[in-house]
Structures are given as structure tokens and as C-alpha cells.
């Protein structure tokens, strides 16, 4: 499918993919908001619940245990995010981009958390290499990331 011109309900879509340095800031952006969020219930866990820093600090679970736990709340959080900000993150405000599906329309809840999964998969960010930037959670997902101010969207009826 060829995703800059597309022809839908007599109305033209015109779908400009988000460079890739605009898909990297989008990382670091969502990657720094994640860190300060999880600093912020953290500290609101340890208010309210101070015997939970106990069984941290008690807790053999080991390195990699906590770092799955700590990637599958990051994919989470950002299929969360994508899903109710209907295609957008902090990242994607900031720098004026947004996910949508193949044919320009919003995507789904069930889409953005798959989405977020996918940003899960060990070295999924180096599938974002190149030009134009199509990485896997795109890709399997017939998403796109596109530049708000230079495309002309679906609009849904």
C-alpha cells in the first residue's frame, strides 16, 4: 500500500511518516516522563505504604526478574497512554507527531497496547534505525508514525 497518497471516501489522505529524528525524541521524551512518573508513584507507594521499601530492599528477585517487571510496566504504560491520548504520548505532543492506522484513522485501544508490547521486545528500538523510520512496532501493528503539520488526516464519520 503505497501510504502518502491514498484515496478514502472521495476525500485525499496525505500521510508524511515522522522523520526519524522526530521518532527518537519521542523516545528519549517518553523515556524521561516514564523515569519521573514512576519517581512520583514511587514516592507516593512509600507515603502511604512504607513497608513496601522493606520488602524491596528484602526481596531476592533478582536483577532480571526486576528488570521485566520494569519493561512490561513501561510497555503498559505506553499502550496505556497511546490508547487514551487516541494515538499520542508526551513525546509525540511535544514534537507534533501521532500513531495512526495504515488508512489515516485513529487507532484503537487494542492497537496502542499492542504497540506498547511490541516497544518491549529486546532490541525492538534498534528496528527503528534508517529512513524512512518504520520499526516493528509500526510494522506489525500497519501503523504509522506521522508528522502532524505536513499531513491531511482521515476524517472519520
Known amino acids: 500500500m503505497d501510504y502518502?497518497?491514498?484515496?478514502f471516501l472521495g476525500s485525499e489522505i496525505n500521510l508524511v511518516q515522522a522523520s526519524t529524528g522526530k521518532r527518537f525524541a519521542n523516545y528519549i521524551i517518553d523515556t524521561i516522563c516514564y523515569y519521573v512518573l514512576v519517581f512520583i508513584l514511587g514516592m507516593i507507594l512509600g507515603l502511604v505504604f512504607p513497608q513496601y521499601f522493606d520488602f524491596v530492599e528484602t526481596s531476592?528477585?533478582?536483577?532480571?526478574?526486576d528488570r521485566i517487571v520494569w519493561i512490561l510496566i513501561y510497555g503498559a504504560l505506553m499502550g496505556l497512554l497511546e490508547g487514551v491520548l487516541k494515538g499520542k504520548t508526551p513525546g509525540k505532543y511535544i514534537t507534533g507527531t501521532i500513531a495512526v492506522n495504515e488508512d489515516g484513522s485513529t487507532i484503537s485501544m487494542s492497537t496502542a497496547f499492542k504497540r506498547g508490547f511490541i516497544r518491549m521486545i529486546p532490541f525492538c528500538a534498534f528496528s527503528a534505525l534508517g529512513s524512512p523510520c518504520y520499526p516493528w512496532q509500526d510494522k506489525w501493528t500497519n501503523t504509522y508514525v506521522i508528522d502532524q503539520k505536513t499531513s491531511v488526516l482521515r476524517q472519520d464519520v
Not at 502518502?4 to 484515496?7: D, F, M
Not at 531476592?60 to 526478574?65: A, H, Y
Open 4 to 7: 502518502n497518497q491514498e484515496h
Open 60 to 65: 531476592s528477585g533478582g536483577e532480571l526478574l
